[in-house]
């Protein structure tokens, strides 16, 4: 079973700035979730980016992934053109 973790200041900053709690991720990853590697920078480690529904509306999620732990960096609402994806994606 994969654990969730994050760091609980980055969770709490995460709730002011974004209004979405860590807490409730994991429930976004037991139904469909479009993901890509995010490579768009030199991170020092293989981030992950996924597109998923929480409460009927598309999350974006940016994550690590090791031994079988997902480590959470960001959560937010999806923008227009990311929920376009996801939605697209769904339908494919």
Do not use: C
């Not at 409730?24 to 992950?48: H, N």
């Not at 994550?63 to 494919?92: F, L, P, V």
Request: no cysteine; aromatic share 14%; hydrophobic share 35%.
């Amino acid at each position: 079973m994969v654990k969730f973790v994050w760091d609980e200041n980055k969770r709490l900053a995460n709730i002011r700035r974004h209004g979405l709690d860590f807490i409730e991720i994991p429930s976004l990853f037991e139904s469909y979730v479009f993901t890509i590697e995010d490579d768009r920078f030199d991170y020092g480690e293989t981030r992950y980016f996924s597109l998923g529904l929480l409460s009927g509306r598309v999350i974006a999620v940016s994550y690590t992934e090791s031994n079988e732990e997902i480590r959470i960096i960001s959560a937010r609402r999806a923008n227009k053109n990311e929920q376009k994806k996801y939605y697209n994606e769904i339908a494919d």
